[in-house]
Each structure stands twice: as structure tokens, then as C-alpha cells.
């Protein structure tokens, strides 16, 4: 159990099964057209799960996110926080505005939909200042970033390193959470939800 981020193929955001995405997908296809905008219809099939192919992205929120918030809040305005950490829908196109749908998701019941490249551009600001290590999991297939930091070399890492994020290894995680949710979002084309 537990809060999980998650990448979602065709079949979960198109279906109706009582888990599905469906009715996040039509609502957010209605509130697109509102805007002028085409509808979003290119979410990739599923795929094989393959360690280290970066096809798909799952990741659990285990560590407090005390410190993570509060660098959001010494860093971002209050609206760019709402947008990095407010979201239960991430898609791979941008947003000028979050859009807010009337249907319930795993911890609301409300759904806010934002574009992966206003989230990613925020994760970045906040990697540059905690100065995130080259050697964090680029592709988090399976846990991989959870792992890593819970139970992998960052404690190692960190040890012989002096860099802001070395000294907060929580807030660091979620730095770099929100910020491969993002780049993974748009390079496979593909919703991020919580789950």
C-alpha cells in the first residue's frame, strides 16, 4: 500500500473499468476543446516492462515531504508550488493553466491537471539549487529512484559529497521525483498519476 507515481498507457487512461482513467480523459478532452485546443489522443499502448528501457514509471512517496515543501516555498512563488506539488494528473503537452476537473481521483474529489513541461521547468529550478548528482536513475522503471534512496548509495554518495541536496536526502528525493515524473511524462508521451 502507500502513494504511489505512476505512468498510465492507452488502455488505463481510455478505459472505463472502475480503476480506469476514462473519466479523467473525457473531461479533460471536453475542458481542452473549451480552449480551443485539440484533444488528447496520442497516449502510447503498453509495453513490455523492461529494466532500464524508460517505458514505464513507477515510484513510491515513502519519505515526509517536510523538507521538500519547505523549499518549495522558499524557491517558488505560491502558485508555482500548486502547480510542482498540486497535481494528480501530469500529461506531456503544455498548460497554460491547471485545469481543474469535477472527478474524483485517488486522494480528492477533485482531479488538477497539469502540463508536464510548466512542472518539469519548476523540478529544474529546484535540482539547480540542491545541485541533484548525475548519478540519480535517469530511467524509473521499477522503484528505481525509491530504491536509490532509501536503499541504494545516496547515504554512500552523500557522505563524500558537500552539495545542498547530500544534506536533506528526503527533500532531495522529491526533487528529483517531480522532476524524472516530468521528462518521463514527455518523453514517452504519456500521463503521470498519483495512484
Same mark, same amino acid.
Given at each position: 500500500?502507500? /502513494?504511489? #507515481?505512476? %505512468?498510465?498507457?492507452?488502455? !488505463?487512461?481510455?478505459? !472505463?473499468?472502475?480503476? +480506469?482513467? +476514462?473519466? =479523467?480523459?473525457?473531461?479533460?478532452?471536453?475542458? #481542452?476543446?473549451?480552449?480551443?485546443? $485539440?484533444?488528447?489522443?496520442?497516449?502510447? !499502448?503498453?509495453? *513490455?516492462? /523492461?529494466?532500464?528501457?524508460?517505458?514505464?514509471?513507477?515510484?513510491?512517496? /515513502?519519505?515526509?515531504?517536510? +523538507?521538500? #515543501?519547505?523549499?518549495?516555498?522558499?524557491?517558488? %512563488?505560491?502558485?508555482?508550488?500548486?502547480?510542482?506539488?498540486?497535481? @494528480? =494528473?501530469?500529461?506531456?503537452?503544455?498548460?497554460? !493553466?491547471?485545469?481543474?476537473?469535477?472527478?474524483?481521483? @485517488?486522494? @480528492?474529489?477533485?482531479?488538477? =491537471?497539469?502540463?508536464?513541461?510548466?512542472?518539469?521547468?519548476?523540478?529544474?529550478?529546484?535540482?539547480?539549487?540542491?545541485?541533484?548528482?548525475?548519478?540519480? $536513475?535517469?530511467?524509473?522503471?521499477?522503484? *528505481?529512484?525509491?530504491?536509490?534512496? #532509501? *536503499?541504494? $548509495?545516496?547515504?554512500? /554518495?552523500?557522505?563524500?559529497?558537500?552539495?545542498?541536496? @547530500?544534506?536533506?536526502?528526503?527533500? &532531495?528525493?522529491? =526533487?528529483?521525483?517531480?522532476?524524472?515524473? &516530468?521528462?518521463? %511524462?514527455?518523453?514517452?508521451?504519456?500521463?503521470?498519476?498519483? %495512484?
Amino acid at each position: 500500500m502507500g /502513494v504511489y #507515481l505512476v %505512468s498510465v498507457d492507452a488502455e !488505463e487512461w481510455f478505459g !472505463e473499468e472502475e480503476d +480506469g482513467w +476514462g473519466g =479523467v480523459a473525457s473531461g479533460l478532452n471536453e475542458e #481542452l476543446a473549451k480552449r480551443g485546443f $485539440p484533444p488528447y489522443t496520442s497516449v502510447p !499502448e503498453e509495453t *513490455d516492462f /523492461v529494466r532500464g528501457s524508460g517505458q514505464q514509471f513507477e515510484e513510491k512517496l /515513502v519519505p515526509p515531504m517536510d +523538507g521538500f #515543501l519547505e523549499l518549495c516555498r522558499a524557491r517558488l %512563488s505560491r502558485e508555482e508550488t500548486e502547480v510542482l506539488c498540486g497535481w @494528480s =494528473v501530469l500529461v506531456p503537452f503544455s498548460l497554460d !493553466e491547471e485545469i481543474w476537473l469535477p472527478v474524483e481521483s @485517488s486522494y @480528492s474529489d477533485t482531479t488538477m =491537471v497539469a502540463g508536464a513541461p510548466q512542472v518539469l521547468a519548476l523540478a529544474e529550478r529546484l535540482a539547480e539549487v540542491v545541485e541533484l548528482p548525475a548519478e540519480i $536513475p535517469e530511467m524509473c522503471d521499477n522503484l *528505481d529512484l525509491t530504491m536509490w534512496f #532509501l *536503499d541504494g $548509495p545516496a547515504e554512500e /554518495v552523500a557522505a563524500s559529497r558537500s552539495e545542498p541536496w @547530500s544534506e536533506d536526502l528526503h527533500t &532531495a528525493f522529491y =526533487v528529483a521525483l517531480y522532476l524524472r515524473a &516530468a521528462q518521463h %511524462s514527455l518523453r514517452r508521451g504519456c500521463p503521470v498519476v498519483f %495512484s
